[in-house]
Each structure stands twice: as structure tokens, then as C-alpha cells.
């Protein structure tokens, strides 16, 4: 008689192997360090960016934008390098996407200016007349708040003192809202007056913009 005729036997012994196969190809490479790489380029957001992060997660930009170029050859002709497994490391939650109403974002940084991204978020319409992108020039009038700021890249595990953060803020407050700043004209231009002095919700953005495949970038440049 063999196993076919003994229906409890070959349930178990079938769920046995079923098992073995599940911790094998599920929760072996799970702990295995060799299937979660890091890269010493691949940096933790600061906290505007992260404040950013969040802005692109609630104003749900991902269900236009894709953020992961596929190691195809069109796509790396037209975002640049295919995407990494280590370059998330930090995304949580990761917004790959799966629609692309607009082009991918994950070689944007340093693409533009921040001048660009100012006009653009104010008025896609403006750079690209048949844009279907909406307005998010509202963004601006909203001040940013930090007051969770080091919360959140505490509960990312980013590492910051509360110092840090304070400091990260600062630097960005200070950079956008200087005299020197190379964007200054079109960031006054679409912030209102009132703010101009502040970090708004359009800076955080804008900096977040900047922020994605910008490490990628600089490993690739030093190669
Ligand atoms: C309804 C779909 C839609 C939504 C929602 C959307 N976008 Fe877009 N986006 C587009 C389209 C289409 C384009 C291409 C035309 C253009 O640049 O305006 C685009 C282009 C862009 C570009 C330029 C990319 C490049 O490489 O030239 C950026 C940056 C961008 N979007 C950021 C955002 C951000 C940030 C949000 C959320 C605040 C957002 N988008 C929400 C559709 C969308």
C-alpha cells in the first residue's frame, strides 16, 4: 500500500514538508544579514525631510508617483540607475508605488533647483501645460510643525539627540530663509509674506524632493 491510500499520513507528512519549505525560503533569509544590505552612503532622512516624507504620505502623492526605477533599460535611460534594496533602508513605510500617472521619483534629488519645485508644486500647469498633477501651492500658507519632529525620527530609529533635531531645523529655517539662499526669489514668490521668515510645509517637501536617490547619486559620482 503506498502513502495516496493513507489520507492522515500524507496530510501530515505534507504539511511537514510544506512547513520546511516555508522557514527555508521565509524566515531563513530573514535573519540572514547578506538579504538586508547597508550601504554607508544610503543616510537616515533629517527631520525636515522626514517632515516632508509625511506631507508627500498624507497629501498621498504616491498613488501618482512611483519611487523604485526597475532594472530595465528603458527605465534606466530614463531615471538614471535602477533602484537598490539598500537605499530604503530608512523608508518606512516604503512608497514604491504601483501607479504612474507621473514619473518616478526615486532619482529626483538634485534633478532641479528648489526653484523648480516651487513653481512646479505652486503650478504644475506652468512647467508642463498639459499636466494633470494638482496644485499644491497651499502647502506654503501651512507652517511647518516640528513639535513631533524628534519623536518621529526617534521612532524611525534614526538615531538623532533631541539637540540634533533641534539643530536640523534650524539649519534648514536658516538656509531657506537667508539672504544667500539661490532659490529666495521664487520661494518669496509663493510663500506669503508672513511665513517667509518660517519653515513652511512647501520647504519640508521641497527638501524631501531633493532628499530621494541623492545618496545613490553620490556613491555612483565617487566610483
Ligand atoms: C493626479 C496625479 C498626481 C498627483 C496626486 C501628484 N502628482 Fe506629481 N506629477 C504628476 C504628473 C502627471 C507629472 C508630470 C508632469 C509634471 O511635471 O507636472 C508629475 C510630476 C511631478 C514632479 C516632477 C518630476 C520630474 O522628474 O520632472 C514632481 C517633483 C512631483 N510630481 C511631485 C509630486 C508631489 C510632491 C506630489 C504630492 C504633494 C505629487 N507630485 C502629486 C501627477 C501627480
New binding site residues.
Given amino acids: 500500500m503506498g502513502i495516496n491510500s493513507k489520507p492522515v499520513v500524507f496530510a501530515i507528512l505534507s504539511a511537514v514538508v510544506i512547513l520546511i519549505g516555508t522557514v527555508v525560503t521565509v524566515f531563513v533569509p530573514l535573519f540572514m544579514p547578506s538579504t538586508q544590505p547597508v550601504s554607508s552612503y544610503v543616510k537616515p532622512y533629517t527631520a525636515i525631510e522626514l517632515e516632508g516624507r509625511d506631507i ?1 504620505i498624507r ?3 504616491n ?3 512611483t519611487q523604485t526605477v526597475r532594472p530595465l533599460r528603458t527605465e534606466v535611460l530614463r531615471y538614471g540607475e535602477y533602484s537598490k534594496a539598500e537605499e530604503f533602508a530608512y523608508d518606512r513605510p516604503f512608497l514604491w508605488g504601483s501607479r504612474r ?3 518616478d ?1 526615486n532619482r ?1 534629488g538634485g ?1 532641479y533647483p528648489d526653484s523648480w ?1 516651487y513653481k ?2 505652486q503650478s ?1 500647469q506652468s ?2 501645460e498639459l ?4 496644485a ?1 501651492g497651499w502647502l506654503a500658507s501651512n507652517r511647518l510643525d516640528t513639535s513631533n519632529s524628534f519623536r518621529k525620527t526617534s521612532i524611525q530609529g534614526f538615531g538623532y539627540s533631541a539637540e540634533q533635531v533641534k539643530q536640523q531645523i534650524a539649519d534648514y529655517a536658516g538656509k531657506v530663509t537667508s539672504a544667500g539662499y539661490d532659490s529666495k526669489t521664487t520661494r518669496d514668490l509663493v510663500t506669503p509674506a508672513s511665513l517667509r521668515g518660517e519653515l513652511t510645509e512647501m520647504d519640508a ?1 521641497v527638501a524631501y ?1 531633493q532628499k530621494l536617490g541623492r545618496d545613490v547619486k553620490s556613491m555612483e559620482a565617487k566610483r
Fill in positions: 508627500y497629501e498621498g502623492c498613488n501618482c508617483h500617472t507621473g514619473p521619483l529626483l534633478k519645485h512646479h508644486m504644475p512647467m508642463f499636466s494633470n498633477m494638482p499644491y517637501i524632493m
